[in-house]
């Protein structure tokens, strides 16, 4: 039988995924302790009780909710922490706190994407920098589409981790009636599926720009699926230190690849699609005011596919549209090339 994980749940950012997660957890009952790096943003939710820049229309009851700008005062009152910053930022924040203080709480990483600064998965950073149990660490993984969660629009989301109990304590943390849990062992393959359909779905984005049509883009989604499931299978023992190969063909990976290609709320498709119609990349994200995971992650997914002989031909186009300037018709004339 799964336990329920016990004591104090703190998150770690509130942009549009965090705040999501903030208020399932709230609406099942969980008080949560939440950090925040913006001071204004803190005031505003004590104040005012929802988030001014994300999600603005969820509401939170007060009780439920204790922001803090303080990382260390929200990690010792924690036993069980879900991290919720972009990757490009999140080394740098788990950084800020000494490591003892990451040594004996529960991971729960939100994060889809890679660390910019060491191209590493969450867990294998920690791992690495802190010797971090893999035992007491979970990721959540979709599709779930923040925007959806604010409207309690029907949803699922997979939770990974190597300790059935720990993962399935996961779950139950956030399962309701707008959110439908599942659970696997693969806390690689799962996590590397949603660096690598964030990649894809800037190329989605950037073929709708250039005026490319639906049988097109559906040409494109499935020769990016082929593409991750082989890296994902292929290459298993390169990229998966776990000896047991998941179900690739379910909602975690083929699910979160189509909406995240095809969604209006998907970041990354908008990303592209701005680059598509000639934005620079610093001119898109300043339009967007948010993070495209997708960005970041074609360049780790270059570092990684080189580091392990990994051919990945879709992903290293669009890291030379976004990184090497290759204009982007020119590339899309070339990767028509390539599909089937």
């Not at 934005?279 to 270059?302: C, F, H, I, P």
């Amino acid at each position: 039988m799964v336990k329920k994980l016990t004591g104090q749940i703190g998150i770690i950012g509130n942009g549009s995924w965090g705040t999501a997660l903030a208020k399932i957890l709230t609406d099942n009952g969980h008080v949560i302790h939440w950090w925040i790096r913006n001071e204004e943003a803190i005031t505003y939710l004590k104040g005012r009780h929802h988030n001014p820049h994300y999600l603005t229309s969820v509401r939170f009851i007060p009780d439920t909710i204790l922001p803090s700008g303080n990382l260390d005062e929200v990690l010792d009152a924690c036993d069980t922490i879900i991290v919720a910053v972009p990757s490009a930022y999140a080394q740098k924040v788990i950084e800020q706190a000494d490591s003892s203080k990451w040594q004996n709480i529960n991971i729960i990483s939100a994060i889809k994407g890679i660390l910019p600064d060491s191209n590493l998965l969450l867990n294998d950073y920690l791992s690495a920098k802190f010797n971090y149990p893999l035992e007491k660490y979970v990721s959540i993984m979709g599709p779930c589409h923040a925007e959806e969660v604010a409207e309690e629009r029907l949803s699922y989301l997979t939770f990974s981790g190597l300790n059935d109990n720990l993962t399935g304590a996961a779950a139950k943390l956030f399962g309701n009636t707008y959110i439908n849990t599942t659970c696997n062992h693969d806390i690689w393959g799962a996590q590397f599926a949603a660096v690598l359909k964030n990649i894809y779905a800037i190329g989605a984005g950037i073929a709708r720009a250039l005026d490319y049509g639906d049988n097109f883009v559906s040409v494109y989604i499935t020769n990016c699926y082929r593409e991750m499931y082989h890296f994902l299978t292929d290459h298993f023992d390169k990229v998966h230190p776990s000896s047991e190969r998941p179900d690739f063909h379910t909602s975690a990976y083929l699910g979160d690849l189509l909406v995240t290609c095809y969604s209006l709320h998907s970041r990354n498709r908008t990303f592209g699609t701005m680059i598509g119609k000639g934005y620079s990349v610093k001119a898109a994200m300043l339009e967007m005011n948010m993070v495209a995971e997708g960005y970041y992650a074609a360049r780790g997914m270059q570092a990684i596919s080189k580091q392990f002989s990994i051919n990945i031909p879709i992903a290293t186009f669009i890291y030379k549209i976004l990184w090497e300037n290759l204009n982007p018709s020119d590339g899309f004339l070339k990767l028509e090339q390539l599909l089937s």
